[in-house]
């Protein structure tokens, strides 16, 4: 029932930006953690940001000040603005719901890619 669907990926050129959005379905957002994950090439998935229900954000420390994450209750939608990227920020970009360990649950969708060349 869950459902999670990202869009806004493509291909940039080193410094420029992308607007990723995630779309929630099957759940009652406004009482869902999210976090945006992403899986480079050859590389294990690894964790991005995670906003709460509250509106905080935890990010890794690798797009601290690069990148943005907010949430429209009213859409049901969570976004991940991306500045000032580079080509390690090449990869297939996830959303998923957050449980209570702070562990995505098994609902992961097909991404979208995220291309960032030099």
């Known amino acids: 029932q869950v459902q999670l669907v990202e869009s806004g990926g493509g291909s940039v050129q080193a410094g420029g930006s992308l607007r990723l959005s995630c779309a929630v379905s099957?759940?009652?957002?406004?009482?869902?953690?999210i976090g945006w994950y992403r899986q480079a090439p050859g590389k294990q998935r690894e964790a991005v940001a995670r906003i709460e229900v509250n509106a905080d954000v935890i990010y890794t420390d690798s797009v601290k000040g690069r990148f943005t994450v907010a949430r429209d209750n009213a859409k049901n939608t969570m976004d991940l603005q991306m500045n000032s990227l580079q080509p390690e920020d090449t990869a297939v970009y996830y959303c998923?719901?957050?449980?209570?360990?702070?562990?995505?649950?098994?609902?992961w969708g097909k991404g979208t890619l995220v291309f960032v060349s030099s």
């Open positions: 099957g759940i009652t957002f406004s009482d869902a953690s």
């Open positions: 998923n719901v957050v449980n209570e360990l702070g562990i995505p649950r098994d609902y």
